[in-house]
Every structure is written in structure tokens, then in C-alpha cells.
């Protein structure tokens, strides 16, 4: 089986994994961090958004 447990339940609060060497990913890390510092949640979620969606990664 290919089936791997630790991705079937992830905590709602896992951020996605910035790609290495990727400074875009590297800076919407850091803001998602200090918007998770400041309470600002809405902005978390847009990082977070943008992270797994970013564009130019081909996945
Ligand atoms: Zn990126």
C-alpha cells in the first residue's frame, strides 16, 4: 500500500511546507507567521492559500 497515515490527518493548523529555495514561498511563510503572532487568522489562511497554490511549482 501506498497509503501514507501521517497525510490522512493533518491537523488544521499544519501550514503548508514552503518550497526550498522558493523566495516567494519563503516570504508568505514569514508573513503567515507574524499574521499568526498578531491574531490576524484571515490573513493566515490567505498565506496558507497562497502557499498551496503557488503558481510556477507544477504541482
Ligand atoms: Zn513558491
Known sequence: MTEAP???H???AAPPAPVPGCVACAD???L???????????????CDV?????PGHGA
Open 10 to 12: 493533518q491537523p488544521p
Open 6 to 8: 501521517s497525510f490522512r
Open 32 to 46: 503567515r507567521t507574524e499574521a499568526s503572532r498578531t491574531g490576524d487568522f484571515s490573513r493566515v489562511t490567505d
Open 28 to 30: 508568505l511563510a514569514r
Open 50 to 54: 497562497l502557499l498551496r497554490r503557488h
